[in-house]
Nanobody
Framework: QLQFVESGGGLVQPGGSLRLSCTAS????????IGWFRQAPGKEREGVSC?????????????YYADSVKGRFTISRGNAKNTVTLQMNNLRPDDTGVYYC?????????????????????WGQGTPVTVSS
């Protein structure tokens, strides 16, 4: 059973940076497409970014960013096989929310249209991010 722990959230001023980590116990995360989602207060959970399983073909090895975070957020697989990070720079108040990492069942790519809740099978508990002065 794949289980996650998210970390790295907190309070930051506008323009600041945070680095979120998703660390899993169990199988290597290389087998899984990993998505980052966020849920702002009073809003639905939305897909922010995703990265494909390292076991898909090169043509399907998509990395996706929502338009609202493109150029500011970077998703990457850590040197440790069971870690995926989300580097968030130039944070804005509308980035506030609880951030979740999630995984699809093994062997799938990250969708070129972005991660959707229905596609992801394993979820962490979330880490809160507050961007405020």
């Amino acid at each position: 059973q794949l289980q996650f722990v998210e970390s790295g959230g907190g309070l930051v001023q506008p323009g600041g940076s945070l680095r979120l980590s998703c660390t899993a116990s169990g199988p290597s995360l290389d087998y899984y497409a990993i998505g980052w989602f966020r849920q702002a207060p009073g809003k639905e959970r939305e897909g922010v970014s995703c990265v494909s399983s390292t076991h898909v073909t090169a043509s399907n090895a998509v990395t996706y960013y929502a338009d609202s975070v493109k150029g500011r957020f970077t998703i990457s697989r850590g040197n440790a096989k069971n870690t995926v990070t989300l580097q968030m720079n130039n944070l804005r108040p509308d980035d506030t929310g609880v951030y979740y990492c999630a995984a699809r069942i093994p062997g799938y790519a990250c969708s070129s249209t972005g991660p959707t809740l229905a596609e992801y099978d394993y979820w962490g508990q979330g880490t809160p991010v507050t961007v405020s002065s």
